[in-house]
Each structure stands twice: as structure tokens, then as C-alpha cells.
């Protein structure tokens, strides 16, 4: 017996480390931004995160909820009005 709480609409696009078994996983958040994570053993995470370094942005420790309320509290907009997400 579930009940939808909340739900949250988002593109992925994966990617694979050609030398490591590592995926590089970029999401788009709707009015958001990108966000991405590494997956696969933390020697391997770290490795790919030194050579992504350049590109990346500080870390976010929120979750995609809280980052999307917050958006919605800064930007004074209500979460109802944005497509792909409710509440």
C-alpha cells in the first residue's frame, strides 16, 4: 500500500569511464540546474573526480527535494506552477 508522497521529473544521462569501472552520471533538474555523481569504488570515484576537478562545482550535500524547495523559496515561485514536480 503506497502512497505518492512526491515526485520529481529529471533527465540522466550516464556515462561510462573508458579504463574504470566507474559511471559518471549527469542529471538535469528542472529550473535546477545539473548535478552529478560518481558511482563505482571509492579508489575509482576519487581518481575520476581528480580529472574532473576542473569542471566541477563545490559539492552539494542537499538532496534534489530540498534543492528544488529551496529554488522555489529563494525564487518566490510555487512548486505547483513548475512542471515535473509536485509536492
Partial sequence: NLECTWFFE???A???WKDRDVLVVVDEIPVVGHFMEIEGKLSDIRAVAEVLRPALGRKEPRN???LFLA???DSNTQSLIIRG???
Avoid: G, M, S
Fill in 10 to 12: 529529471k533527465k540522466r
Fill in 14 to 16: 550516464q556515462y561510462k
Fill in 64 to 66: 534534489y527535494k530540498e
Fill in 71 to 73: 529554488y522555489c523559496e
Fill in 85 to 87: 514536480a509536485q509536492f
